[in-house]
């Protein structure tokens, strides 16, 4: 038999598959491939695996077995269904075996950290927003967390290779990529290839801004959780350059699952957002770091600024997009 190849990690009914159970699965009964869960590429003789929403990135189509270029199946972990707690408290504690948790000091990634128990990162511009809330969140939980402190030359070095890596070039993305660059290139620092972190619970569980203000909120989380694929490939394209790979239980079946079953006018009700997430975050952290809202990742570390000031530097007054379009213009020697 060929070598299977693994990226990531997998598992069938709440268990993890060791490499010797998955080379036996594969030799006798490959089909029981397609209920299982985790997040993973898999490859061997001419067929290839990827889990169910595509986290993991590699050859063939998201939650599909193909062999020798034909579809065999459709990837459907088979789990139970599970109230929101268990679920997320399951789909932590499958990946909690190693890593290090991306911590930003909101619900999403504190509530990880807290059932993670492991070291945490974060990253930021000095005092930036993250970098403080982060240190209190690990302060009260009692978790060790490395505290990385990037500065506007880190950002400028980093800048030309995050605008090749991302699919697309515009201020946003190049904003949230640059955050995981350095979040990837603390992490792979200290030997870690797994970033745990809370990516999947804004979109899940209503935690945007302007969701406050939708009227049809149910399609916009459905058209922004499809919207998910793409930023896992730009994310996951970013956390490679260090060799890591982000992990994200909020993405986790049993997770979507339990999610999808709450009406989204029970997610964001009353001017607050992610409502369920929140009252389960509740019964493991205090309430002032259940219900903090926190800004988005490219702002509370204080990037999104910096991106904008050295934009300006460079003659780019009032557009960050000219700006990056200059950096790919210098990169292709144009």
Known sequence: MSTVILSGWIEQNGHRISPDALEEIIANSPEEILRCGGE??????????????????????????????EMRGEINP???????????????????????????GGVDSTLVACL??????????????????????????????????????DIEDALPTVVA????KDPVSTGIALTQYFIARCAGEQGYHRIITGQGADEL?????RYLESTTLEEDLARDFAGLEAQARRDQAIAALHG?????????????????KIPAAKKVTSGRRKVPLREVAERYISKDLAWYEKKAMQYGSGI????????????????????????????HGH
């Open 304 to 331: 999104w600024p910096t991106l904008r000031k050295l934009a300006r530097k460079n003659g780019y007054k009032t557009s960050v997009q000219d700006y990056i379009d200059q950096i790919i213009r210098v990169e």
């Open 40 to 69: 993973f590429f898999l490859a061997w003789n001419g067929c290839t695996a990827r889990d169910h929403f595509g986290i993991m990135e590699g050859t063939g189509p998201k939650g599909m077995l193909t062999c020798n270029g």
């Open 205 to 209: 569980f209503g935690g945007y801004t």
């Open 116 to 153: 993670a128990k492991r070291e945490c990162i974060a990253v930021g511009i000095e005092n930036s927003h993250d970098l403080k809330q982060a240190r209190h969140a690990a302060e009260i939980l009692g978790l060790s967390c490395t505290y990385a402190t990037i500065t506007e030359a």
């Open 165 to 168: 890596t991302i699919p697309r």
């Open 78 to 104: 088979e789990v139970p269904d599970m109230p929101l707690e268990e679920a997320i408290v399951t789909a932590v504690q499958l990946r909690s075996d190693e890593g290090v948790v991306a911590l930003s």
């Open 244 to 260: 890591t790979y982000l992990s994200m239980p909020y993405l986790d079946i049993r997770v979507v699952r339990a999610a999808r």
